[in-house]
């Protein structure tokens, strides 16, 4: 069982929007320039990179979204701050 992930993500507060940028990023987007122009979190700024984090520190839905989810596969996820595309770059 991985105990640490890093990921990244977009944060939006509609899920139009969120549906939106996924459609851009199956044409070919490139994720952090869609997270520096879109996100709502501060993490956009570094193109949605969140870093190297435990399993736990996040909210639950975005952490089963990050453990159990695929790698590199943006996936859609719902929490009480809104809508995240998660891109999961690796887990250990």
């Not at 459609?23 to 490139?30: I, P, S």
């Not at 996820?77 to 809104?82: E, P, W």
Request: charged share 30%.
């Amino acid at each position: 069982m991985p105990r640490t992930a890093a990921a990244m993500h977009i944060l939006v507060k509609q899920k139009y929007e969120a549906e939106d940028l996924m459609k851009k990023l199956k044409k070919g987007a490139n994720f952090q320039a869609l997270a520096k122009k879109y996100s709502i979190c501060p993490s956009g700024k570094k193109g949605g990179d969140l870093g190297e984090f435990k399993k736990g520190e996040m909210l639950a839905p975005f952490d089963r979204a990050v453990f159990y989810g695929e790698l590199l596969t943006p996936q859609l996820v719902k929490t009480r701050y809104g809508w995240h595309i998660i891109k999961v770059l690796y887990r250990n």
